[in-house]
């Protein structure tokens, strides 16, 4: 086992214990020596990790501390590498430029050890249906979903027969050769999926929707018969 490995499962350890545990705890569930355990919490706490206590009393990591990038597995890496780039190829170019931007960043401050992993990542993109061009910016979309605002849409369905909507934006779904905008429609009272590259115009309004973001997806998901993955 590496060391980043080792610093990976003593967090995760730790993060299943909410009150103080020893050191002999840690060291036997981590598989190491007394003193081997206190050098690794040692080195987590110069890294930013707020585990309190002191030998003789006992160790709780407290609540919110986020795992840094350099505490990725190997297979973490090669899974972010991998949707890094197939975002970086068919995404927007905003998007694109933010996974590029995300990848150079968490190669910058990976350890030595995890860094070759990065960097030869064998997982590829492989070609595919280049997305029809759009007449919206997709990083207005996006906004209208992180703020839960509604949108004034100009679209074309596949007749080409023209309609304008207020919607309720919730997720963007990509796919090879579309993105699809999901939302709830004012004028049709349901949900509705409206691909981007039809949206021939989208105006962001001030006005919030009634509903928060993710009970409109678990109900979307509910008529679509889609599982939640965070069931």
Do not use: N
């Not at 795992?67 to 998007?95: K, N």
Request: contains cysteine; proline residues 6%; hydrophobic residues 45%.
């Amino acid at each position: 086992m590496s060391r980043s490995e080792r610093l990976f499962d003593l967090l995760h350890v730790l993060r299943r214990h909410r009150r103080p545990v020893s050191g002999r705890v840690l060291a036997e569930e981590i598989g190491v020596s007394l003193r081997t355990l206190y050098r690794d919490i040692a080195s987590l706490q110069a890294m930013g990790a707020s585990i309190a206590g002191e030998p003789g009393i006992g160790y709780v990591l407290k609540p919110g501390f986020l795992l840094p990038p350099l505490m990725f597995s190997a297979e973490e890496i090669e899974a972010l590498v991998l949707g890094s780039r197939w975002v970086a190829d068919r995404a927007d170019d905003r998007l694109s430029g933010a996974a590029r931007s995300a990848l150079a960043r968490i190669g910058a401050v990976l350890p030595d050890d995890l860094r070759e992993t990065f960097e030869i990542a064998a997982l590829l993109v492989g070609p595919g249906t280049p997305a029809a061009p759009e007449a919206v910016d997709p990083a207005l979309l996006r906004k209208a979903i992180r703020t839960e605002r509604k949108l004034a849409l100009r679209y074309r369905d596949g007749t080409g027969a023209a309609s304008e909507r207020i919607v309720w934006p919730f997720a963007l779904a990509f796919f090879d050769a579309a993105r699809i905008l999901l939302g709830w429609c004012e004028l049709r009272q349901g949900f509705r999926h409206f691909r981007t590259d039809r949206i021939a115009a989208a105006e962001l309004l001030d006005t919030r929707y009634p509903k928060r973001r993710q009970a409109l997806l678990k109900d979307w998901r509910h008529g679509e018969g889609i599982t939640d993955p965070a069931a």
